[in-house]
């Protein structure tokens, strides 16, 4: 498994949120929290937190950390605007 990338989402219409996405095999999983719970939570992201992920990916490639599979997976389950 790889290790998840995260961030903080401020942009959420319910106030700040922590995002989490996971890789496995051909699949992501989506995790959410807000900064005071402890647990994460499923839940559905935005296309917004689509480009942010792109975005963190693009520099994790350009660092040498991961590889573009991870991108073009991301691309290729991406919802269309």
Known sequence: MRRPIGWLDRDCPDGKRQVQVEFFAETLRWRFRAP???KWGDGTPTLE???ELEDKLRQLIQRGH???KELALVQKLRPQK
């Open 36 to 38: 005071d719970d402890e």
């Open 49 to 51: 937190n689509w480009d």
């Open 66 to 68: 991961i590889f573009n």
